[in-house]
């Protein structure tokens, strides 16, 4: 994978492969999309190549109708998954036939931190999750609880604070006894009972 993208010009071509002044010390983003970074270091002492790569690391999994693929921290679906069940993984589903390329990023980059930060700090939350969906035109998450309510989040904005006003409705009321509670306007908390 490394090859194509070290010996591009044809002055590399020519020193080849086994010549030390061919290989330039360089960080190289690799069109595959399991691999976030490669980096290629020379050592003239020892006249040897160190290539090192750096993996992308799973976050969760985004599942569309037909299928399903790991995303990464930077929010990049990069390699096909399982469909899962259970609250152990991050599994986002989006009813959506076409899904996004490999490759390509779940959300706008303005809205990432937020979809990012509600899908890995909502399971502190000491909750079982059931469900997590996504609607892509009003850009809100649902995310179902086993033994609770539905929680509607807005991703257009830091849900840091909503959260935090979530934690406290759940300390002063059982909210087990609610049908959903209202994350979705910013500042302000909203919820219905059964």
Same mark, same amino acid.
Request: aromatic share 12%; hydrophobic share 45%.
């Given at each position: ?18 010549n030390l002044l061919a290989w330039q010390e360089q960080k190289i983003q690799v069109p595959t999309s399991d691999i976030l970074l490669a980096s290629v270091d020379r050592h003239w002492f020892t006249r040897s190549i160190?290539?090192?790569?750096? %993996? ?51 959300? %706008? ?79 302000r908390i909203f919820y219905k009972p059964l």
């Amino acid at each position: 994978v490394i090859k194509p993208l070290v010996f591009k010009s044809k002055i590399t071509q020519w020193l080849g492969e086994q010549n030390l002044l061919a290989w330039q010390e360089q960080k190289i983003q690799v069109p595959t999309s399991d691999i976030l970074l490669a980096s290629v270091d020379r050592h003239w002492f020892t006249r040897s190549i160190t290539v090192s790569i750096e %993996e992308r690391k799973r976050a969760g999994i985004w599942c569309f109708i037909e299928a399903c693929f790991w995303f990464d921290q930077e929010g990049v679906l990069f390699e096909p998954a399982p469909y899962t069940e259970g609250g152990l993984l991050a599994r986002v589903e989006e009813h959506r036939l076409e899904p996004i390329l490999m490759g390509e990023k779940i959300v %706008e980059d303005r809205f990432l931190d937020n979809v990012l930060g509600i899908v890995s700090d909502f399971p502190h939350t000491n909750f079982s999750i059931r469900q997590i969906a996504f609607d892509r035109e009003l850009q809100e998450l649902a995310l179902s609880l086993y033994n609770g309510p539905k929680i509607l989040l807005s991703i257009r904005f830091d849900p840091t604070q909503n959260l935090a006003a979530f934690q406290n409705l759940r300390s002063t009321l059982d909210i087990s006894t609610l049908e959903y509670v209202d994350l979705r306007v910013e500042s302000r908390i909203f919820y219905k009972p059964l």
